[in-house]
Nanobody, 129 residues
Framework: QVQLVESGGGSEQPGGSLRLSCVIS????????LGWFRQVTGKEREGVAV???????NYADSVKGRFTISEDNAKNALYLQMNSLKREDSATYYC???????????????????????WGKGTLVSVSS
């Protein structure tokens, strides 16, 4: 069973930065889509950023220019660098992966979280003054 574990969440002031990390226990396919998603209680989960096995990235409009998704294959790790944080970025952030899906499948997964297969348990980000 593939496992994902997020870390790096916490409290930050508006304008500040946080870096989320996610460790993936194993890769079952060389083709994959990795992503960060977030959810506020009572609202639907939404895509933040995705990256596929070819290195193609896609971002939600709300975070473009502020967040950066990256991966370190040697460490089986996924990262989300979040800069210029806003109050509306407060949410529980989840990392997720689906194997065998890259390219268009991955870019569409940003808007359809159901396309992702394995999920972490989430890490809470709170942005307030």
């Amino acid at each position: 069973q593939v496992q994902l574990v997020e870390s790096g969440g916490g409290s930050e002031q508006p304008g500040g930065s946080l870096r989320l990390s996610c460790v993936i226990s194993e890769y079952t396919n060389s083709e994959y889509c990795l992503g960060w998603f977030r959810q506020v209680t009572g609202k639907e989960r939404e895509g933040v950023a995705v990256i596929d096995s070819y290195g193609t990235t896609n971002y939600a409009d709300s975070v473009k220019g502020r967040f950066t998704i990256s991966e370190d294959n040697a460490k089986n790790a996924l990262y989300l660098q979040m800069n210029s944080l806003k109050r509306e970025d407060s949410a529980t952030y989840y990392c997720a992966v689906v194997f065998g899906g890259a390219g268009d499948y991955c870019s569409r997964a940003l808007f359809a979280y159901q396309r992702m297969y394995y999920w972490g348990k989430g890490t809470l980000v709170s942005v307030s003054s």
